[in-house]
């Protein structure tokens, strides 16, 4: 069986203080999910417990138990977040109360995607009181994802209404979308503890993705890569866990302070933690009060928890029952991805008022009342497509890594919808990166503008090196992409290739008198030293030029090979150089070998000149150095006499 299409699931209860979730669970499980000895006294659930429990079918679920008192709401958030089904739980002695209302808001928030009315100790209360209890609660949950949830009657403490209550389950598990277990491994943290001879473990519901042992994970935001020395899934060892399991993780040389729960195990590389979201708040329609620009608030992410400023962007009030895009500054770093649902809790008092999901989980800092900023939100919260490619946009490029970090989607899911957006003309790829076609098009055309703007500023030049023409472009660009895109721009002739340079198609260059006859004194004063040719500098003395802007009218004699540029300080007369050359092949006509004093004396020059030349034939390949003397290697036939 393909271990990615099961049904890994998580139930959770949700519901009052003391209306029996504990007991349900325990009743379904036969495992008593208070663990601490406060809450078996007290009788009432002060944090999160967790449970195994099997189907008649086999098939195993993680069941996770919430407190219902209102002091412990924050535990309570801690733990439903992963659910896939609830068990929205009512004593039929007591009805809809207080935190019953409250945790279906949440519930709401979440968008949690199916769940179960159980309505408890039955056994207590006649049947037709049962009814109105019924009625009353299928009143409270209209309007929300459970309206048309099934409903089932039980006693826990008798065992009545239990089998219907597991064959119920079942059928909703199985109306459940199998997990992807494809995109990055992310494992928030909800409990961690110390096993003397093992270390620190950690736990919490995988929500995406998939972890072996021997896996390097990375724990934030410790920002600390540690291995994974051991797995357990309900409380026994297995080498490998998927998204939607219940995990226990041993984690090798960790410090079980650097867990606290709200901390995120997951895929190296991947997550970053954030102080800066954008998202969608919706605000509840019986909300206290309006939201005001910067107010703060609670803010309650998969198991952690921080206080964030809110920064609306296209208001200055959200009033109940309203939804905007908001950019929430947090006084703590979180893990956050796209997607990703959270609850908004009253700084004072506290009180649930609204949720949301981020949009970006590492946005730049906004500007208020700008439509450019609004309209770009808005592309990244319609789809997965649209993600990727508002996210192509704000980088200018990416590579499928980089937009696999942003987005929290698997690769292989990535690469599918770039497939699209290609076949639709919305991105190009140039080599590992992608871009959107818009950004292509101007990166297109300021190539070509910048090498126009070459052109007029440097007329002489034959053209601006390729170096220098990447950098009109951002640096996230790759050598690899920059050159695809210049290869594009060639094949059709919008630019063309001088040399090493780049030229604009229609460009001439033109030389005024004044360089021109700076140019000729240059190449009579060569032509006139011929072999006895000295640097630069000299040169330029014997003919009573400045060095200063004569760099430009080398580079031309050199294209016009009128110059042959031996290295950085020794040139040659073109007619000097050939006669060079002739005397090279001639020598290896009737000679093995060569050496440095042999070719002094036969072309006439100084050692440094003759050095410099024959080190430019040997980077031609015409000849090979072997120590202290140089064989034919390459050399160019002799062309044949007139």
């Given at each position: 069986?393909n ?5 890994h ?16 669970i325990?009743?379904?499980t ?13 009788g ?5 417990g967790?449970?195994p429990?099997?189907?008649?079918d086999?098939?195993?679920?993680g069941?996770v ?16 977040g992963?659910i ?11 009805g ?12 709401q ?7 179960i ?8 209360a ?9 009625e009353?609660?299928?009143e409270?949950?209209a ?5 048309e ?8 403490l008798e065992?009545t209404?239990?089998?219907q ?7 909703e598990i ?12 992310r494992?928030p ?12 473990v950690v736990?919490g519901?995988l929500?995406s993705?998939?972890?072996?042992i021997?896996?390097?994970v990375?724990v934030l935001?410790?920002?600390?890569q ?6 357990q899934?309900?409380?026994k060892?297995v080498?490998?866990a998927?998204a939607?399991?219940r ?6 040389g ?21 102080t800066r ?6 605000l509840l329609?019986?909300?206290p ?32 029952g ?33 949720g949301?999901?981020?949009?970006d ?8 009342f700008?439509d450019e900023?609004?309209?770009a939100?808005k592309?990244l919260e ?8 508002g ?6 490029c990416g590579?499928?890594k980089?937009l696999?970090?942003?987005s ?6 990535i690469?599918?919808h ?15 990166q ?9 990166w297109q ?14 007329p002489l ?8 023409l990447?950098?009109a472009?951002?640096q996230?660009?790759?050598?690899k992409?920059f050159d695809?895109?210049l290869?594009q ?18 460009f001439e ?12 004194k ?13 640097n ?13 802007g004569?760099?430009?009218l080398?580079?031309?004699l050199?294209?016009q090979?009128t110059?042959?540029k031996?290295n950085?300080?020794?040139f040659l007369h073109a ?13 290896f006509?009737?000679h093995k070998?060569l ?10 020059s ?26 034919a ?7 044949p006499?007139p």
């Amino acid at each position: 069986m393909n271990l990615q299409s099961e049904h890994h699931v998580i139930i959770g209860t949700a519901g009052h203080v003391d209306h029996g979730k504990t007991v349900l669970i325990k009743a379904l499980t036969g495992i008593e999910t208070d663990r601490f000895k406060e809450e078996q006294e007290r009788g009432i659930s002060i944090d999160i417990g967790f449970a195994p429990f099997r189907l008649a079918d086999g098939t195993v679920v993680g069941v996770v138990d919430v407190p219902g008192h209102e002091r412990f709401i924050h535990n309570m958030l801690a733990g439903i977040g992963g659910i896939d089904l609830v068990l929205l739980v009512v004593d039929v002695n007591e009805g809809v109360m207080p935190q019953t209302r409250e945790h279906l808001q949440i519930l709401q928030l979440l968008q949690i995607p199916r769940g179960i009315l159980v309505l408890t100790k039955c056994d207590t209360a006649d049947p037709e009181f049962v009814d109105l209890v019924e009625e009353d609660v299928r009143e409270e949950v209209a309007g929300t994802f459970l309206q048309e949830a099934p409903c089932c009657r039980v006693s826990a403490l008798e065992g009545t209404g239990m089998e219907q209550l597991v064959a119920t389950i079942s059928a909703e598990i199985k109306q459940l979308p199998p997990k992807d277990c494809d995109g990055p491994m992310r494992l928030p943290i909800d409990r961690h503890f110390t096993v003397a001879g093992f270390g620190t473990v950690v736990t919490g519901t995988l929500l995406s993705g998939q972890v072996k042992i021997g896996d390097q994970v990375e724990v934030l935001p410790a920002d600390v890569q540690v291995r994974v020395r051991d797995i357990q899934v309900h409380g026994k060892k297995v080498d490998q866990a998927f998204a939607g399991q219940r995990v226990a993780l041993n984690l090798a040389g960790l410090d079980r302070q650097m867990v606290p729960r709200g901390s995120v195990v997951g895929t190296p590389g991947v997550f970053t933690p954030t102080t800066r979201c954008d998202t969608r708040v919706t605000l509840l329609e019986d909300a206290p009060r309006p939201l005001r620009f910067r107010d703060p608030v609670h803010i309650c992410l998969g198991t952690a928890r921080a206080v964030g400023l809110v920064a609306l962007l296209d208001r200055d009030v959200l009033k109940p029952g309203e939804s905007a895009l908001v950019q929430i500054h947090l006084d703590r770093p979180l893990v956050a991805h796209r997607q990703d649902r959270f609850i908004i809790r009253s700084y004072s008092p506290l009180a649930t008022i609204g949720g949301g999901s981020v949009v970006d989980a590492n946005p730049i800092k906004h500007k208020r009342f700008r439509d450019e900023v609004m309209t770009a939100l808005k592309e990244l919260e319609s789809g997965e497509r649209s993600f990727l490619l508002g996210k192509l946009q704000e980088l200018g490029c990416g590579t499928l890594k980089e937009l696999e970090i942003a987005s929290g989607l698997g690769r292989d899911r990535i690469q599918d919808h770039l497939q699209a957006l290609a076949a639709s003309s919305q991105v190009e790829q140039l080599g590992n990166q992608w871009t959107t076609t818009d950004t292509h098009v101007l990166w297109q055309q300021r190539l070509e503008e910048s090498v126009a703007d070459f052109h007029r500023r440097q007329p002489l030049q034959s053209g601006i090196a390729r170096a220098t023409l990447k950098g009109a472009l951002p640096q996230q660009l790759s050598q690899k992409g920059f050159d695809l895109l210049l290869e594009q721009l060639l094949s059709e002739n919008r630019l063309l290739l001088h040399g090493e340079a780049i030229a604009s198609p229609d460009f001439e260059r033109s030389i005024n008198p004044a360089d021109q006859e700076r140019m000729d004194k240059i190449s009579t004063i060569y032509r006139n030293a011929g072999p006895q040719a000295k640097n630069k500098r000299e040169m330029l003395e014997q003919a009573a030029l400045s060095p200063t802007g004569c760099d430009h009218l080398f580079q031309l004699l050199f294209e016009q090979k009128t110059l042959i540029k031996l290295n950085e300080e020794s040139f040659l007369h073109a007619e000097t150089y050939q006669h060079a050359l002739k005397l090279l092949q001639q020598h290896f006509a009737s000679h093995k070998t060569l050496t440095l004093a042999e070719f002094r004396d036969q072309f006439g020059s100084a050692r440094k000149q003759v050095q410099a030349l024959l080190e430019y034939w040997d980077s031609l390949k015409y000849t090979l150095r072997k120590e202290n003397e140089r064989v034919a290697w390459k050399l160019p036939e002799v062309p044949p006499e007139p």
